[in-house]
């Protein structure tokens, strides 16, 4: 392993979209994270504001339990998985009480695996303790059609694309009337054809039960397979009694989740036949990781969520990677420029339809710094005379 | 009553005091929030890191679900409770992905409930149904001496001011031997003599049961009412364990909760004696009182967390103060001078060592803007060419 090496340098960046528009769309900016470890180079990406991440990583102490995010993690030794974990413990003991610091560990996490990786010359999935990683079935996730017909033509192109399953979400789904539900799925349904998979993201929509339990003819008859987030993530017995009316058509969720307890409490809880981490908000790999093995123990299926970069993809698929009847995983299919240009590489589905991790080390995944250079967003925090953030160089 | 008005301002202020010390004491800095509604000042705090806090009022939209705290604030009209828990509401749908917005929503929640009441001229508890506000019994609230000695003489000091009951927490407790926390808590009784009610808080120090259970025959010789934070909030199997072990001696926790249904599922799952609840974390008075009622359901003690200024004490004890049978309150005794300075009003005990909520308009309490201009922290945070935040002048 040679000798000990430390986190010398822990910088987060501002990348955006020129126009940032309203709607459900997360890949229109991005906290990008660079960890310097030793002479190797980590890098990760948080699923946050960015603005108020970053504010988390540089801010003064306000006490013993509310320190900024950099001072757990600055001049740490990295030298194994080890001092992943203890690291992460360290942020979530010593930022307790900084609300936004679990976003910012995401990124710096994933960074760490990046670089212990890179160190190790090994992909992630295997210092996780895995032997291999097995192809997924991408879903191409994407948002439903302004009307029907469009979502129909979604469908189409994405079945024409290759794809097998396809999830369509947020829009104007659930805030009308089941009929205008219904003629959605039921486009999506037309569109993929009959042996593709279909999923659906209410995107937290309905406050009551029975608003979910009405779509329940329609979500059977175009035979879907979850139906993802139809409340706000703690509303545990809305979701098991839903579950309870449903029966067949399992409820997804857990992308909300920032840290393991809370998704552990999901599975336990909201009767989730699909549990979806999001590795850049529940506190990086390591926690993603342990949700994982837990919901194996609980027989409910783990799922990634991300909607970003392929920096972020390839995060977000390493903690079930070695999960063979994982047999799903989130792609986003639309997303912005940003999300596309800031990575050379790319994680492109095969003849079969199915995606590959790279077996490359850590993450796999080289980032393009010049086309991300042009997303950079200009920041800088001052308090008192002292600037305590100003945007670093983007550099390798 | 009158027109209809409307959140005209919505300003926060970071104020700390000039040397922050690393040690659990929360008073050392805050969010103080203004809220101009109509001719009414409402006065708020955020108990919460400052920066990340004001980051996420004024960040830049990240998409539909993760926009800037004060664009579902500001303009939105103010004219009764249902507004209060709509703009809640907003808030929390349209900042889901931004963590930091729970601490954000607080402060801004208790200022609404202060302006209301200035304008219905009516008290906080008044507006939330209850008929009066019963007097609580104070527990002195600090952190361990650093010595039993010191403990010791802590106590016997609480004991002489009057107070009938303390609680010690946080620094070397439960980080040593058995022996070293049993000699504070032995100290810590023999202070405040046989007939005051102890409680302990262990601020998070464990991390497996079998530690906390070690402490049982010391909290028990001592005759300790709560061992409160034995664990980190998520652990809920945890808790469960040791509220078995503990029989007798409850567990008590809840303060890290950033939205009512968190501490509900503490309640339901983590064998909570008593539920404690920060009005400036958790989303504000309004998610509290939510909190208060489901607690009073499932037979669990309420009780205020707060250890800041008396602004935040007004706030913390409004959602319980109609509640005759939760008699106690949390009241921290060795604030710093910014939590004292900021407000000329204080809620102080009286003769019988009781504590009363002023029976004034809102939460009661006046600011001292030329005490609190001293402490303020003077921020200007800038991305691109836009300066999105420079600290506003203080007035009233």
């Known amino acids: 392993m040679g000798s000990l090496v430390r986190i010398e340098a822990v910088d987060f960046f501002y990348l955006a979209m020129p126009q940032v528009l309203d709607i459900g769309d997360g890949s229109q900016d991005m906290v990008l994270v660079r960890l310097q470890v030793g002479p190797y180079v980590g890098w990760g990406e948080c699923e946050a504001s960015p603005l108020p ?3 988390s990583l540089v801010c003064p102490m306000s006490h013993s339990a509310c320190k900024p995010v950099r001072d757990s993690v600055l ?7 080890a001092d992943i974990a203890r690291i992460g413990d360290a942020v979530r003991a010593n930022s307790l009480d ?9 990124g710096i996490d994933i960074a760490m695996w990046d670089a212990l990786g ?3 010359d090994a992909p992630v999935y295997l210092l996780l303790g895995d032997d291999r990683a097995y192809p997924k079935v991408p879903y191409a996730s994407q948002l439903f059609g302004e009307t029907p017909e469009e979502t129909g033509e979604k469908a189409r192109r994405t079945r024409a694309d290759g794809y097998r399953a396809a999830k369509f979400g947020w829009g104007t789904f659930g805030r ?11 486009a999506a349904r037309a569109g993929l054809g009959d042996d593709a998979t279909l999923l659906v993201d209410a995107g937290t929509v309905w406050r009551d039960v029975d608003q979910a339990a009405a779509r329940l003819d329609a979500l059977r008859e175009c035979r879907v ?3 993802e987030e139809p409340f706000p993530a703690g509303e545990f017995a809305a979701h098991r009694a839903l579950a309870a009316i449903y029966g067949d058509i399992a409820l997804a969720g857990g992308e909300g989740c920032h840290n393991a307890r809370q998704a552990e409490h999901m599975i336990d809880h909201a009767a989730l036949g699909f549990v979806q981490i999001d590795a850049g908000r529940i506190g990086g790999i390591t926690p993603a990781r342990a949700v994982a093995t837990y919901a194996h123990q609980r027989g409910v299926m783990y799922v990634n969520h991300s909607f970003t970069s392929h920096l972020a993809l390839s995060a977000s698929l390493q903690p079930y990677a070695g999960a063979e009847h994982d047999t799903i995983c989130e792609y986003p299919v639309e997303p912005k420029s940003l999300a596309v240009e800031v990575t050379r590489d790319h994680i492109a589905p095969d003849a079969d339809g199915l995606i590959h991790l790279p077996a490359r080390p850590g993450l796999g995944i080289d980032l393009d710094l010049d086309a991300a250079r042009r997303y950079v967003q200009d920041v800088e925090i001052k308090v008192g005379e002292q600037t305590l953030y100003r945007t670093p160089e983007l550099r390798d």
Do not use: F
């Not at 009308?176 to 039921?186: I, R, T």
């Open 53 to 55: 991440t970053i504010a």
């Open 75 to 81: 001049g740490q030794p990295l030298d194994d998985q």
């Open 98 to 106: 900084l609300l936004q610091a679990d976003h910012a560990l995401s």
């Open 118 to 120: 890179k160190r190790l």
């Open 176 to 186: 009308g009337s089941v009929e205008a539900d219904a003629a959605h799925l039921q």
């Open 225 to 227: 397979t979850w139906l």
